[in-house]
Nanobody, 121 residues
Framework: QVELVESGGGLVQPGGSLRLSCAASRSIFSINTMGWYRQAPGKERESVAE???????DYADSVKGRFTVSRDNAKNALYLQMNNLKPEDTAVYYC???????????????WGQGTQVTISS
C-alpha cells in the first residue's frame, strides 16, 4: 500500500494564497493522472484540478485563472498553487492519484487524508 500525504493547508484571508502539496510514502511504479478534489461542509466532493502524465491540465470553472496544478514526476509529488482565495474555496482538499504501485497490472486510485483550507477575514 501507499499513503498520500497532503500539506500546506491553513487559514488565510480573502485574496491570499496557499500552496498545497501531496507526496507519497513510498516509491511507485507508475503514476498516471493526479488530481485535487475538495469537499465543503454539507456538499459533495468535487474535482478542482487534474493533471495528466503528459502535463495536460483541467480545472473547475470556479478556480480557473486562480489555481495552478503541477507535478514533479522525479519526486512523485503533486502541487496546487491557490491565489486570490475566496471564502467559497473553504473546504477539505484531497489529492487523488491513479497509479500502478508495483507493476503494470495493479492500477488503482489512491486518496490522501485531506487538508483543511479556510478562507476567512
Amino acid at each position: 500500500q501507499v499513503e498520500l500525504v497532503e500539506s500546506g493547508g491553513g487559514l488565510v484571508q480573502p485574496g491570499g494564497s496557499l500552496r498545497l502539496s501531496c507526496a507519497a510514502s513510498r516509491s511507485i511504479f507508475s503514476i498516471n493522472t493526479m488530481g485535487w478534489y475538495r469537499q465543503a461542509p454539507g456538499k459533495e466532493r468535487e474535482s478542482v484540478a487534474e493533471i495528466t502524465i503528459t502535463g495536460n491540465t483541467d480545472y473547475a470553472d470556479s478556480v480557473k485563472g486562480r489555481f495552478t496544478v503541477s507535478r514533479d514526476n522525479a519526486k512523485n509529488a503533486l502541487y496546487l498553487q491557490m491565489n486570490n482565495l475566496k471564502p467559497e474555496d473553504t473546504a477539505v482538499y484531497y489529492c487523488k492519484w491513479r497509479l500502478r504501485l508495483v507493476s503494470w497490472y495493479d492500477e488503482a486510485d489512491y486518496w490522501g487524508q485531506g487538508t483543511q483550507v479556510t478562507i476567512s477575514s
